[in-house]
């Protein structure tokens, strides 16, 4: 019998994800949302272009200033929309999903040494929280997901939308049609603070050309009557600029303090430790300047009837004895699991997925 075409890793995925270019582009189930976006972003950049940067160009005729506010335009809206692209359509730090949960194969070893009268041994569900200990000192729970089955690493959560876990989880962001998490949120806030600065562009240039028509024209509103385009642009970029820029200052505290937005709102009024803050260098250095190590290869080649370790985070050595079927060093391997789940998490992800 002749074997069927193997399936890639996205064709068998159980997120809500959306791929393209065989699983190369990773996108949210809202997606859709980047045609708003884009158009957003495009339209008052043609207006601009067309209208004010064009009027600009005959007014500075010397040194052709014109063309340099017409090209710096150009630029920075390429700019903002490659970046725009880099993170909706990047794994954002999604966690593999396990096969085969630990729930559904640990046995109360203690029922089958006294007389249960025929009846099926009791199932042990696993702690629905573990203790991990950061730096010696600090404790953290991490949750376990039904969803994913498997226990989250520390700053993971689920999110609701692509139902996948996420690493570093910030939010998701309907405006990208994406979950913002490790490997994305360096590129969400440079897309949001790059976003302010071409909107401060957009209305400063118009205001200019709006002084320039008033100049020509003897007052002000002569000036606004020349040049509507101007005014509904500096309107339009002014109501934005406040979005973008309250934005780009909101994340600039998150990563002076090293929170994600998940945590500053779920730990909001209370006495909470800021267990990741390391100083505003070193956390702005390990978001902009630290090596993110590669996600899930959604192109790859799915292994169906690879039997995957019961919660992602087990060391190479247990996951050699689950192929053996021993069903006691598993029970035991599972109790283990939250000893120290930290350094477990870090060994998944030296490992090839």
């Known amino acids: 019998m002749a074997n069927s075409k193997p399936k890639r890793v996205y064709q068998t995925w159980k997120g809500k994800n959306k791929f393209l270019c065989n699983g190369r582009l990773v996108f949210g189930p809202d997606a859709k949302s980047l045609v ?3 158009l957003l972003i495009l339209v008052p950049v043609i207006i601009f272009c067309t209208s004010v940067a064009r009027n ?16 710096v335009a150009i630029l920075l809206t390429v700019y903002v929309l490659l970046l725009l692209f880099l993170t909706s359509a990047r794994d954002p730090g999604i966690v593999p999903r396990n096969l085969n949960p630990p729930e559904e194969e640990i046995v109360d070893e203690s029922s089958n040494s006294v007389d249960t009268g025929g009846r099926t041994p009791t199932p042990i569900a696993l702690p629905r929280t573990k203790e991990v ?17 498997l226990y989250r690493p520390p700053r993971c959560s689920h999110c609701s939308v692509c139902d996948n876990c996420v690493e570093r989880f910030d939010h998701h962001c309907p405006w990208v049609g994406q979950c913002i998490g490790l490997r994305n949120y360096r590129y969400f806030i440079l897309f949001v603070s790059s976003s302010a600065l071409l909107c401060s ?14 100049d020509n024209y003897g007052t002000l509103w002569k000036g606004v009557k020349a040049a509507p385009a ?6 339009y970029s002014f109501f934005f600029l406040w979005f973008v820029g309250g934005l780009t200052c909101f994340h600039l505290f998150l990563i002076c303090t090293n929170q994600t937005t998940y945590e500053n709102f779920r730990y909001r009024g209370e006495d909470h430790i800021r267990v990741y803050d390391k100083g505003c260098l070193k956390n702005f250095h390990q978001v902009f300047c630290t090596n993110v190590k590669p996600g899930i290869k959604f192109h790859a ?35 283990e699991i939250g000893g120290d789940l930290l350094q477990l998490s870090q060994r998944r992800d030296d490992e090839e997925v």
């Open 201 to 214: 562009f957009v209305v400063a240039m118009s205001a200019l050309n709006v002084k320039l028509q008033m």
């Open 56 to 71: 600009l160009v005959h007014e500075f005729i010397a040194y052709n200033a014109g063309y340099a506010i017409l090209v």
């Open 230 to 235: 101007s005014v509904i642009l500096m309107a």
């Open 133 to 149: 200990i950061i730096d010696g000192v600090i404790v953290v729970k991490v949750k376990y997901c039904d969803t994913c089955k």
């Open 36 to 38: 708003v976006t884009l």
């Open 301 to 335: 080649y799915a292994q169906e009837n690879e039997r995957r370790p019961s919660n992602g985070l087990n060391t190479p050595e247990s996951e050699a004895r689950y192929s053996g079927g021993d069903q006691r060093v598993k029970v035991e391997d599972d109790r």
